[in-house]
């Protein structure tokens, strides 16, 4: 059947996704608008808006001692590494960093990897022909690429359903090396892998536990180590990924677990073999953040009790922030700094967002293909430097926009019992 869409120039290609398409039927333009945050605020057309769409939980990239730190080995050691680890990209500060990620997580080993998103794209290296990776159907895109880049078969499981990943484990070849894959804490809903029912459930069948610990790791636990931490099966977790662009105020990402996976790796990934290594300011910063982070347990209590507070005023006036996927069925852990609004479709969504954007607040608008269809959120996210006040007129915004939009009938996001929805992240 020829496909009446297709076109004989490669260029010739329609906006991505139906969402986009909608979203740029409106008026509305949310994305790839320019802004400078710092201390919970931000600069966009020139204009001082409440910073409510920042991934920089801990308050950290602007801290003067995090910036400090990277204008020091800017000027030490240049802007660039120019070359990968394995031949001319390797500086002291790249093993005294996996030194201390290793530590902080109680691993054996750690490998310091230029983005956290090539963190994951590593992982291909692990999944072999003939092995078997089971994954949450709402893992992160960067989990989906290092797991199709690798040659293993795919399995996915509903979305944080343990009874679903323990059927596909049954029925998977028991000769098969398996790994299950999760996001700690996933980016999107803010919800938390059930780690306690999933790490059991790998382990009864033989197969590795790999979690991505991107938007947990620093903040939850009684030590700051993660979702792992907070439920009590830390050492449970085979392999962690993360980054050093959430909570610790920089950009690169890591792989933390044994040393022979993580030697393995260091020769086998090509995402790490083929790519320049993390750049010295932000070798730097990331040091200077965790070692802030440690030092400073506050910040992450800070942003947890602010998260609460803000939950909780926002589902009073009616807003659906689907809390109990957040804290899960039998969970009473922490909310964590992720609040998902549902907010309907498209339309709905970027009409929303402009409303809060001309309260002075900015959020972020998300659509498929990082949510379900017709299951786009405003994205909440809340950072230790916000004040009383910044929550206070956040809040304020969704209450002005609620009197002049009455409460829409939002599909609740998609959290499929019976079949795995379209995966997320495409
Ligand atoms: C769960 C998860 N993993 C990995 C990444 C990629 O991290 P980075 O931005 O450091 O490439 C992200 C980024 O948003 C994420 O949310």
């Given at each position: 059947m020829p496909d009446s869409n297709r076109s004989a120039d490669l260029f010739d290609k329609p906006l991505a996704s139906p969402f986009l398409r909608a979203v740029h039927a409106t008026p509305v333009r949310p994305y790839y608008r320019?802004?400078?945050?710092?201390?919970?605020?931000?600069?966009?057309?020139?204009?001082q808006v409440v910073m409510a769409g920042c991934n920089d939980y801990l308050g950290l990239a602007t801290d003067p001692r995090v910036t400090a730190a990277a204008g020091a080995a800017l000027r030490t050691y240049g802007a660039s590494c120019s070359g990968a680890r394995t031949l001319n990209g390797t500086l002291p500060l790249h093993g005294e960093l996996e030194a201390a990620v290793a530590d902080f997580l109680g691993t054996e080993d750690a490998a310091v990897v230029t983005t956290g998103f090539q963190s994951n794209l590593a992982l291909a290296a692990l999944f072999g022909a003939g092995d078997v990776?089971?994954?949450d159907n709402?893992?992160?895109?960067?989990?989906?690429?290092?797991?199709?880049?690798?040659?293993?078969?795919?399995?996915?499981?509903?979305?944080?359903?343990?009874?679903?990943?323990?059927?596909?484990?049954?029925?998977?070849d028991p000769a098969a090396a398996k790994?299950?894959?999760?996001?700690?804490?996933?980016?999107?809903?803010?919800?938390?892998?059930?780690?306690?029912?999933?790490?059991?459930?790998?382990?009864?069948?033989?197969?590795?536990?790999?979690?991505?610990g991107a938007h947990d790791i620093g903040l939850l636990g009684p030590a700051g180590r993660g979702a792992a931490e907070h439920f009590g099966v830390?050492?449970?977790?085979?392999?962690?990924?993360?980054?050093?662009?959430?909570?610790?105020?920089?950009?690169?990402?890591?792989?933390?677990?044994?040393?022979?996976?993580?030697t393995y790796l260091r020769y086998a990934a090509r995402a790490i073999l083929f790519s320049a290594s993390m750049p010295p300011p932000a070798l730097a910063a990331a040091m200077s953040a965790l070692e802030i982070s440690i030092a400073e347990p506050w910040r992450r209590h800070r942003v947890l009790t602010l998260a609460a507070r803000l939950r909780e005023r926002l589902s009073g006036l009616g807003y659906d922030t689907g809390s109990a996927a957040?804290?899960?069925?039998?969970?009473?852990?922490?909310?964590?700094?992720?609040?998902?609004?549902?907010?309907?479709?498209?339309?709905?969504?970027?009409?929303?967002?402009?409303?809060?954007?001309?309260?002075?607040?900015?959020?972020?608008?998300v659509g498929p293909p990082a949510v379900p269809?017709?299951?786009?959120?405003?994205?909440?996210?809340?950072?230790?430097?916000h004040t009383d006040t910044h929550v206070d007129r956040i809040a304020d915004a969704f209450a002005a926009a609620r009197r002049l939009t009455p409460a829409p009938a939002v599909p609740v996001l998609a959290r499929p019992r019976q079949a795995p929805a379209p995966e997320t992240a495409r």
């Open positions: 320019p802004l400078h945050a710092r201390d919970g605020e931000a600069v966009m057309d020139g204009r990776v089971l994954s709402a893992n992160h895109a960067s989990l989906i690429d290092g797991i199709r880049l690798g040659a293993a078969h795919r399995l996915r499981y509903r979305h944080r359903d343990p009874v679903h990943l323990e059927r596909l484990l049954t029925d998977a790994a299950v894959v999760t996001d700690g804490m996933f980016s999107m809903d803010g919800a938390l892998a059930p780690l306690p029912a999933l790490t059991a459930a790998a382990r009864r069948h033989g197969a590795r536990t790999i979690v991505d830390h050492d449970r977790v085979d392999l962690f990924t993360g980054t050093f662009s959430k909570c610790f105020g920089s950009t690169g990402g890591f792989l933390a677990g044994p040393t022979r996976v993580i957040v804290l899960g069925e039998s969970d009473a852990g922490p909310a964590g700094p992720v609040i998902a609004v549902r907010a309907g479709d498209a339309a709905a969504c970027v009409g929303l967002w402009q409303r809060l954007l001309d309260e002075g607040v900015y959020t972020n608008p269809e017709g299951c786009c959120i405003i994205r909440v996210t809340l950072q230790a430097t």
